[in-house]
């Protein structure tokens, strides 16, 4: 049991925050309500920070720190599935990567454009393919989520089968899931305690009235939870730890999302103020892989059987 | 960052299960049932706690000065937990190897160190913790006990409650106030239970038999020399105490072996194939396991040598998140378990819906989490 970050990982960190400190702030938007940037996606890709789970001292627990520390900026970065399951499949894959169920590949993808790598997974083993205009149909325009997102009209008759084992990949998938909502559960919570803490009515600021303080604490709580169940999801590589840690993201996700744009008040139905760019991604998140029924479901069979 | 025991650790859990398979009881977990305070689990605790001390496993953890093996606090968590999910076979003599022999030698005289840390480390003292009061709950610094200083001796007056284990326990770890000054008005003071003036009062309870009481103090004399500390050091020698007690109760872990075990039980009956009750069993699993990691992360830092805040207050709360889940998983699916169907699921449940009140309420560590892990603004006083 070591759980304080190790030399290593802690360099690791330090870089990623240093490169991304440009893209801290949200820029002001009213067109759409996800944010990317390429220069910051491009900059990832040449630091070599979505590929640190293939660096023997490094793993996937770094990984996992990486995409819960990207999950934080305002912008959408496809970080999860390319950092710590991709590695898995094929390093070489090219991102972004869009993970979809096999029997549900008419569901919302994120991150799907031409080029895109989509992985189909399941019972039937892993299949992906390079997504062409053709098979792309964009959702609407003013989509209500902050991940770029499209759906797939069809698939090719061609696709790639690779030799990896589904469940284990499905393993992966829910680990990166997890530090992803961990960093976006992070970020909106910093948010909304900045806001209420300088908001004033009454004479005082809003964060001193219990009502609030009481929901936000118990928002610190699962918040940090969510984080170590992902953290010890990635370390253990154990299944039912990672059907168990995006459970308890799923869940934390739906517990938190509609108080915090509650407490911003007005000001937390524009899109003036950032706090979208992180709930409206961990939205999507709770669908994702079922939802936290199927995650359940998972950890339960993991678990007992 | 790395989540697995070492091998070391792996063998001290298994030298403590081992222990605890030949020298518990056959009817081990119907005897339990029996409130960690009661006559009959404090009587066992006395030659249990004595047998552990000889094997060396009642307090390996303390420092070798102190007679331990200087294991450290990972292994304190082992025991701890060990012990937490058989039912807590130490009885109250827990609180004796957490916090009261540490808080002994670090604070005590001389003459008090003599006095106390022997009986304890043979395994043969059982302490109570006088804090609350009638009208010091979670306002504790409000307590009202008086000791007067006369002649030479202190005269104590006024009353606690909530108090578990006085009724059998030796000695008074015993809050009292000294001067009005509020948080710097009180002082600590070792009363032997059986000083004259001194009367206990059980509070019939949900809980088990014989763990909650009343102690009321009447002209009660004890010498200058069993004041602990300095007069109105109290506060200071207390926050350090708690944060040894915050870490001392691991029930995350009973909560968890809880829910395995009614897991069992609704597999035998073939109950466990509804999705509903199998999606609400992992929904409690995981907060068990989110509770045991924010733990490991405070544990952490004892380890570290890092001071700990409120990120113990975060620990606890996701501790109570996880103890009620179980505790309502139980009766909505298993409601027999209370009535004679599963005395360890009932030793749980009456143990589990104290998380969010003793040793301060889950309300008080939000208003910690509130304050000092997210800063809010304070509110107005
Ligand atoms: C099983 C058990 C064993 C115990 N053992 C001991 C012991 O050995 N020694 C000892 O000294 N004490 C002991 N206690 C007492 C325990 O520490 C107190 O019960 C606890 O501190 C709460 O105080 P109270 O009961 O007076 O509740 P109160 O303080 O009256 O609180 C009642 C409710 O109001 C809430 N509340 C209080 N203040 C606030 C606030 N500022 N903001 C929001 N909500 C608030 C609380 O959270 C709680 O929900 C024990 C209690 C139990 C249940």
């Known amino acids: 049991m070591q759980l304080a970050l190790n030399e290593d990982q ?53 990984a996992a720190l990486v995409v819960e520390k990207l999950a934080r900026l305002p912008f959408a970065v496809e970080a999860a599935a390319s950092a710590l399951v991709r590695p898995l499949i094929d390093p070489e894959l090219p991102r972004p990567l869009c993970l979809v169920e096999e029997g549900r ?130 370390a253990s590589g154990d299944y039912a730890d990672a059907a168990m840690a995006l459970l308890h993201a799923q869940e934390a996700a739906k517990r938190v999302c509609y108080d915090y744009h509650q407490f911003l008040g007005g000001m937390g139905m524009t899109l003036e103020h950032p706090l979208h760019l992180w709930t409206y991604r961990l939205k999507l998140l709770t669908a994702e892989l079922g939802g936290r029924g199927a995650q359940g479901l998972a950890a339960a069979e993991a678990l007992w059987g | 960052m790395q989540f ?27 005897f339990s049932e029996h409130g960690p305070a009661s006559p009959a689990l404090t009587a066992f605790a006395r030659t249990f706690c004595v047998k552990l001390a000889e094997v060396g496993l009642l307090f390996p953890h303390w420092t070798q000065e102190m007679g331990g093996e200087g294991l450290g606090p990972w292994e304190q968590q082992i025991l701890s937990e060990e012990m937490w999910i058989a039912g807590e076979p130490r009885g109250g003599q827990y609180m004796n190897v957490n916090w009261i022999g540490p808080t002994l030698e670090k604070y005590g005289t001389p003459e008090q160190k003599a006095r106390y840390l022997e009986p304890i480390t043979r395994g043969e003292s059982l302490w109570c913790q006088g804090f609350s009061e009638p009208d010091a709950g979670s306002d504790l610094a409000s307590l009202r006990t008086r000791a007067v200083l006369k002649d030479g001796n202190y005269v104590i007056n006024g009353q606690k409650i909530w108090t578990s284990y006085a009724g059998l326990a030796d000695t008074c770890f015993l809050l009292t106030r000294t001067s009005d000054d509020r948080k710097k008005g009180i002082t600590i003071v070792l009363v032997p239970m059986d000083t004259p003036g001194i009367t206990v009062r059980q509070i019939p309870s949900l809980i088990g038999e014989g763990d909650i009481h009343e102690v009321f103090f009447d002209d009660v004399n004890v010498p200058e020399t069993a004041r602990f500390g300095e007069e109105g050091q109290a506060w200071e020698i207390v926050a350090y105490s708690l944060r040894n007690e915050r870490l001392g109760i691991p029930r995350f872990t009973l909560a968890r072996a809880a829910l395995d075990r ?31 990691t924010a733990n490991y992360a405070v544990v952490q830092k004892r380890v570290d040598g890092l001071a700990i805040g409120a990120e113990s207050s975060s620990a ?40 969010g009140v003793a040793a301060g309420s889950a309300e008080i560590q939000l208003n910690i989490i509130a304050s000092d892990v997210l800063e809010l603004p304070r509110e107005p006083r």
Not at chain 1, 38 to 55: I, S, Y
Not at chain 2, 317 to 332: K, L, P, S
């Open chain 2, 4 to 30: 697995e025991w070492t091998e070391e650790q792996d063998a001290f859990r298994r030298r403590i299960r081992d222990f605890l398979q030949a020298n518990l009881p056959g009817d081990w977990e119907k």
């Open chain 2, 262 to 292: 009614a897991v069992m039980m609704l597999k035998q009956r073939g109950d466990f194939t509804r999705e509903y009750v199998r999606i609400e069993a992992a929904r409690c699993a995981a907060l068990c396991e989110a509770a045991g």
């Open chain 1, 10 to 62: 802690r360099q690791v960190l330090d870089f990623v925050e240093a490169l991304a400190r440009p893209f801290a702030s949200a820029p002001l938007h009213d067109a759409g309500l996800a944010l990317e940037s390429e220069e910051l996606d491009a900059a990832l890709v040449e630091n070599g920070f979505l590929d640190v789970m293939t660096v023997e001292e490094l793993g996937p627990v770094t």
């Open chain 1, 105 to 234: 590949t008419s569901a919302l993808l994120r991150f799907l454009r031409p080029g895109a790598t989509v992985v189909v997974v399941g019972p039937s083993g892993v299949r992906s393919f390079t997504a062409s205009e053709e098979l792309i149909a964009p959702a609407q325009e003013d989509t209500l989520y902050a991940y770029p997102v499209a759906f797939l009209t069809g698939l090719p008759e061609a696709t790639i089968a690779h030799d990896v084992d589904p469940v284990e990949i499905t393993r992966a998938w829910r680990v990166a899931m997890a530090a992803e909502a961990a960093g976006l559960l992070g970020a909106a919570l910093t948010s909304v305690v900045t806001y209420v803490s300088e908001r004033k009515q009454f004479g005082r600021p809003l964060a001193t009235f219990q009502a609030m303080r009481h929901r936000l604490a118990e928002a610190q709580v699962v918040t940090n939870t969510v984080y170590w169940l992902a953290m010890r999801a990635a």
């Open chain 2, 316 to 355: 606890r709360y996701a501790t109570v998140m996880a103890e009620r889940a179980v505790c309502e998983f139980v009766v909505e699916f298993l409601p027999e378990a209370l009535a004679g169907a599963s005395p360890y699921l009932k030793m749980h449940h009456q143990r589990g819906i104290v998380a």
